[in-house]
């Protein structure tokens, strides 16, 4: 395994090495770059004074735009921009409170109208209720009234009656006395007797 | 290596100092212009919803921004102009280094160099002058026994040192390597391609891997501009606060 490891880096470097030298054959410059010594031109100090020159030049200038100008501008219009969507959302926290109070009151409102609504259906039920109570009870002393006074005009009916049976009793049995056993008898005599006897009659029963 | 060479335009010399104009400095200047073009776009729309380019702009702000609040804190405002010009300036070397014919300013040390030791120098000075000796605490970590504090001091000392150039290598060696790696493997495909015959045939397969690699270098130029900013804020930190 390590044998082929190794072989394969080999030839792997000798790929690589291949490839650059073609690559350095086949570019038309190559000859000027072997001219300036082979090495990587990185290393070559003369190039190094204007490179350094221009980065500074062109650091002091982003530099200088970017502080002055550019940031500030940007950081502005993003903060701006965290205000504005700050506000909108604290708007809309006090709006969803408004919101929020204005449902318990709604709420509440309801609550109130469901109890007065349900006190009143009550208290008219029970003003029906007596009212209803009142009517029965008139009604019922009404016909009370008038059930005692059609008992009292029967019972006068019956005494005036049974009084007339009595004195029709009376003097069908002083008749009868006469006719059968020849006595004269009393007529109110017999009355009274007749009284007795359905004053008894009636306590009997 | 022609594809790094540097090669004047408009020769300066300024004291006897070559200073030209050239292709380095004109893709640095495309780089510039870009990288203002965009933002400035971007920051003069202010509109409340954003349309396509502001949000782009935005979108970097905010990606700046949040690098410094998350590795420095919110005292790095103060840092945010430097680290977003550091973090432009690195992705649009290596973002126009993609496009075929250009030159990748960031592919040289010098460049890289020059941008991290503006993060060094600006960490040193700044620090000095904020927390004057206080500054050198940064080396002496607590709780070190007495006996093994020259070692630490030294360790903390040359990390510290060693800082410019790991970060500037880190970026020129990315963009070489990237480079290097792809010319060679495009180097494959024209090998395969003048043998003749049907050998054209295995330039296929270099080609489908440069494609790859295409994407995957795209990947890494972004990849590292990210690495250059976040190092710096966490360098920049230490002007902020001392840990210890």
Known sequence: MLILKNA???MMGLFFSAGIALAEESMPHAEEAAHQGGGLPQFDPTSWPSQIFWLVVFFVILYTIFSKSVLPSIGTTLGNRKAHIDRHIAEAETLSKEAEIIDSELKAALREAGQSASSEIQSAESDAKTRLADAIAGFRDRYEKEIGDAENRIQKATDIALQDMNSLVATLATQMAEK????????TQAETVVRSLS???SKAA | MHQFQISPIIPIDLGGVDISFTNSSLWMMIGAICSLVLMGLAAS???IIPGRVQMV?????GFVENLITENI?????EYFPLVF?????????NLLGMLPYSFTYTSHLAVTAGLALLVFFTVLVVGIIRHGFHFFH???PPGVPAWLLWLVVLIELVSFISRPVTLSVRLFANMVAGHVLMKVIAGFAIMFASMGGLAWAGSLLPIAFNIVMIGFEFFIAFIQAYVFAVLACIYLKDTVEIAH
Do not use: H, P, Q
């Open chain 2, 85 to 93: 010009t550091l973090f432009m300036m690195v992705i649009m070397g």
């Open chain 1, 8 to 10: 394969f880096f080999v």
């Open chain 1, 180 to 187: 059968v056993a020849g006595i004269s008898a009393d007529a």
């Open chain 2, 138 to 140: 940064l080396f002496i």
């Open chain 2, 73 to 77: 804190g919110g005292k790095g405002k």
């Open chain 2, 57 to 61: 702009g935005e979108e970097i702000y």
């Open chain 2, 45 to 47: 729309r202010k509109s």
């Open chain 1, 199 to 201: 004053n008894k009659a």
